[in-house]
């Protein structure tokens, strides 16, 4: 596997985006959204940017300059460094030239348009206590409409249940399970959920029965054994 997933807190972390185009105003209202700090590097703006500036106007830094390689090598080798710089330049060696410096300053990169991109961007499907990404390397167009329709999918089909999960995972009938009873308890109703295709109530009569029947036959201090086992 090439690639390894990661959700992470972008948060007054500070976010290059090179080039004013489109695309690069959609990267920055995403990141941005996500509470980055973005600094887009360009000779020229698309309009979407004086948009951004009104919405955005103390995360936003517009620097009208060209990045070339020469400046990508300063700033990534610079003791403050970007946490991410994001390419969208047409011309691709000049982008690719810009993500190999990083990539040598230990600078996270990520080249939209490339399939073999160090770092593959897309927006995730977020919904409490949820967060997941689909996404087709080097298509960032077929990236939105699969995580829009799996997004679709989720809702209908799972989301309920996922937050009932939550829910009673934070209830006080699980706070009378100590830490490895409530283990063993959940991770049955998780099977027990995926089992009855998202029906948490079914999952959840199922579970109580199977964590009972180990109660009454004394194989529940069996199982706290194995628990213990794959902790160690």
Request: overall charge negative; some cysteine; hydrophobic content about 40%.
């Amino acid at each position: 596997m090439q690639y390894r997933s990661f959700f992470i807190n972008l948060k007054n972390k500070s976010c290059f985006v090179i080039g004013g185009n489109k695309s690069a105003a959609q990267i920055s209202s995403s990141l941005m959204a996500d509470g980055a700090l973005v600094t887009v590097w360009s000779e020229e703006f698309a309009e979407d940017f004086s948009s951004l500036s009104k919405q955005y106007p103390k995360q936003l830094n517009l620097l009208q300059a060209e990045f070339t390689p020469e400046v990508a090598d300063h700033y990534c080798s610079a003791r403050v460094k970007p946490f991410i710089v994001i390419t969208t330049l047409a011309d691709s060696e000049t982008n690719q030239a810009i993500c190999d410096i990083c990539i040598r300053n230990n600078v996270l990169s990520a080249n939209p348009g490339e399939s073999n991109s160090e770092v593959i961007i897309a927006d995730n499907y977020s919904e409490e206590p949820i967060e997941f990404a689909v996404i087709a390397k080097g298509y960032p167009v077929l990236t939105k409409h699969l995580q829009d329709r799996f997004g679709k999918y989720f809702e209908k089909t799972w989301l309920d249940s996922v937050k009932a999960y939550s829910d009673y995972a934070c209830g006080d009938e699980a706070g009378q399970l100590n830490k490895p009873e409530k283990r063993i308890f959940f991770r049955r109703l998780a099977e027990e959920i995926i089992k009855s295709e998202g029906d948490f109530e079914k999952a959840l009569q199922v579970t109580k029965a199977y964590y009972d029947n180990l109660q009454a036959q004394d194989d529940l201090l069996i199982e706290l054994a194995g628990e213990r086992s794959l902790m160690d």
